[in-house]
């Protein structure tokens, strides 16, 4: 008991001298934005809020029909006629290029990307239709989600993104399409006129315009917003001032060893405990109050999305600040002098920033740097942000980053904790 | 038989060659002022390091109010306060803040902390400034937090590490008058100077130390008699007289 209200006096003290420090808030707080700004502007170049991305896309279906009937439905006929509230994509069907030609003029650069139906797209549902009328069960579904082909340029994030966005609705409209005719299929008396209804509406591109296929398509463009590079801009420098806020926070610990105050607080009752524990509790509390002002802010003025699942981007959040608490507390009890912390934890903080992704996007980089980023715990909070608040993911999907971001908590307070027990103050 | 509230026995300390303090042994009574006088790295912060249960000693025991500060250093540590030679305040708070800060430290909550605080700033002549950072203080000020602080959680004995260094003769003047006040209240004291004057105004006894080791203790009334005829001879005299005139570190 007395040992919680001595943790908790501990890291009240420390937080306000965080928050009377004028320089720390300066730097750690106002001085992110800066950069944010900065960054914000120069990714999303100019004048990106009030233009529509436009998008390709192309058929190698030589038979024709079904594809063809799709793009005809989803190509863009008449700009004039798009809402101008909502940022739907201008939609262009290459008719004039084959396959090959477009691919190599993404390579080239001199076409940003785009979605390809497969070879073999309309006899693929041809069979699927006879099966049904012959009223066999099929086995399996056409997957096309493996089948749709997304060829981009990786340094277009928005086209990455948004291409990824359309063949993911194409995708899910397809499959939508083949549960109902299924179970159509399995209930009606005479399941075949239901059946030739539906491909009726097929041929005639009729289902696409009928199903909430635009709006759909306009809901997950517009969930991810392709166009607002703010969504990993923020995330990123999160990442980076909170551990370096936090690291300094240790090096701070180093200065209070040798400005004696630590000292003073173990000739009173304060058990050593106590004061790892408040100590981590001061820096933990530190890391909150910047990432809820990173949170509010990013909202407000940078108009961010978290993504469908927020709690995800809150729990990673916590788990960053949790593990940079831990690797200050370590940075603490290994190093002896104030200048040593210091600069130990400034060229940490610089040198793990870029590495694990916080200067620019992991998903744009080659994959060899992907893969090493993987030893920063940075790369796991950037890529469990990325993965929320870039490519909509839910929040199954990043439970190995917050896994991860546990694991290199534990292991940092473990190395702090057994080095404290050893260490006497001389 | 005078009651014994701290005893050092035997203590030893060195850092890697250096002997820091090498055998020193004293005991000081319950509401006495004992001096400790020696030159710079005698060893005066050493031995108070380890009496305050900061510094593990090499060898030898302390007990404070009965508690070995081996065994016991929890119960030891709730009667001690101590006032260090090198200011320990942080500097970006204010002196109420610093003050309370330490007082819940020593146990007390929060009313009790607010209230000794607001004691101890009037103690100090320092209740106007009770808001106001450490770091725009003058020298004499942060000297005289640095003590306010010490006596946060009513300590039974106190550790004054040079309390009075760098601060002039007004300050120095309202510290005694506290320390008189407080030791006519009965509490019990350690109290390290170069200031010879201070230490003969002040201590009952002193001891002398030198090099780590203990080279003569007692009232400075009898130490000036043993060299001479005690009116006519300063603590300054004694103090040269065995410690000799060479230069220290
Ligand atoms: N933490 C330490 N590490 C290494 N040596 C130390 C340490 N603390 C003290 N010493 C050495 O021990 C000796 C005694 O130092 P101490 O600070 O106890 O002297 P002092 O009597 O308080 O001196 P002063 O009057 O200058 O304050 C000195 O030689 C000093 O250099
Ligand atoms: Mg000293």
Request: hydrophobic fraction near 45%; charge should be negative; proline fraction near 4%.
């Amino acid at each position: 008991m007395k040992n919680l209200t001595h943790i908790w006096f501990i890291a009240l003290k420390d937080l306000k001298l965080f928050v009377t420090d004028k320089t720390a808030m300066f730097f750690f707080v106002a001085f992110p934005f800066l950069f944010i700004l900065l960054f914000n502007t120069m990714m999303s170049g100019i004048g990106a809020e009030d233009e529509r991305i436009t998008l390709h896309v192309l058929t190698r279906d030589d038979s024709g029909t079904y594809s063809q009937m799709l793009l005809e439905a989803y190509e863009t006929t008449e700009e004039s006629k798009l809402d101008p509230d909502d940022h739907s994509p201008i939609i262009i069907w290459l008719k004039d290029i084959d396959y090959a030609t477009a691919k190599q003029q993404v390579e080239d650069k001199t076409l940003s990307g785009f979605v390809a139906f497969p070879k073999g797209f309309s006899a693929d549902i041809e069979t699927f239709k006879n099966e049904i009328l012959a009223g066999e069960k099929p086995l399996h579904f056409i997957n096309l989600d493996s089948q749709l082909e997304v060829i981009v340029d990786p340094d277009n994030t928005d086209q990455q993104i948004a291409l990824n966005g359309v063949a993911n609705i194409i995708a899910t409209q397809m499959n939508a399409m083949q549960a109902t005719m299924k179970s159509t299929a399995l209930l009606a008396d005479d399941p075949t006129d239901a059946i030739n209804t539906f491909f009726q509406q097929l041929n005639t591109g009729q289902w696409a315009k009928d199903l909430p296929s635009v709006n759909y398509q306009t809901t997950i463009v517009g969930d991810v917003e392709a166009g607002n590079p703010a969504n990993y801009v923020i995330p990123g420098y999160l990442v980076m001032f909170t551990f370096f806020a936090a690291l300094q926070g240790g090096a701070q610990i180093v200065q209070q060893r040798q400005n004696n105050t630590l000292e003073r607080m173990l000739t009173s009752s304060v058990s050593k405990e106590a004061i790892l524990g408040g100590t981590f509790l001061g820096i933990f509390l530190r890391g909150l109050l910047q990432i809820t002002i990173f949170w509010t802010l990013g909202s407000l003025v940078f108009n961010i999305d978290l993504g469908i699942a927020p709690a995800a981007v809150i729990i990673i959040s916590v788990l960053m600040v949790l593990m940079s608490s831990a690797c200050a507390l370590m940075l603490a009890t290994l190093i002896k002098t104030e200048r040593a912390a210091d600069g130990i934890a400034t060229l940490t903080a610089l040198l793990l920033a870029p590495l694990g992704g916080c200067w620019w996007p992991l998903f744009i980089t080659p994959k060899w740097m992907q893969f090493i980023a993987k030893i920063t715990p940075h790369a796991w909070a950037n890529n469990g942000f990325n993965k929320l608040m870039v490519f909509g993911a839910d929040f199954s999907s990043v439970v190995p980053e917050m896994i991860a971001l546990l694991c290199f908590a534990i292991g940092f307070g473990t190395i702090a904790v057994l080095r404290f027990r050893t260490s006497s103050i001389q | 038989m005078p009651d014994e509230f701290l005893i050092a026995k035997e203590l030893h300390k060195s850092f890697s060659e250096i002997k820091a303090v090498n055998g020193v042994s004293f005991s000081i009574n319950r509401g006495e002022i004992f001096g400790l006088l020696g030159p710079n790295g005698a060893g005066k912060t050493t031995t108070i390091r380890m009496l305050a249960t900061v510094l593990q000693p090499d060898s030898g025991e302390v007990t404070i109010g009965g508690y070995s500060t081996h065994q016991n250093a929890p119960k030891a540590r709730s009667l001690i306060g101590v006032c260090p030679q090198d200011l320990a305040l942080y500097e970006e708070l204010s002196a109420i803040d610093n003050l309370v800060f330490f007082g819940r430290m020593s146990g007390l909550d929060g009313k009790e902390a607010k209230e000794q605080a607001d004691i101890n700033l009037r103690l100090m002549g320092l209740e106007d400034r009770a808001k106001g950072k450490i770091a725009k203080f003058s020298g004499g000020m942060k000297r005289r937090i640095n003590l306010a602080v010490a006596l946060m959680g009513t300590p039974e004995m106190l550790f004054l590490d040079e309390p009075t260094v760098g601060i002039d003769p007004q300050s120095r003047n309202s510290i005694y008058e506290v320390i008189e006040n407080l030791r006519d209240k009965g509490m019990t004291i350690l109290y390290t100077t170069h200031y010879m004057e201070e230490a003969s105004r002040l201590c009952k006894r002193v001891a002398i130390i030198d090099g780590g080791q203990m080279i003569a203790m007692d009232t400075p009334t009898a130490l000036k008699s043993q060299i001479g005829d005690p009116d006519k001879i300063t603590l300054e005299d004694v103090f040269l007289h065995y410690t000799g005139r060479s230069l220290r570190d």
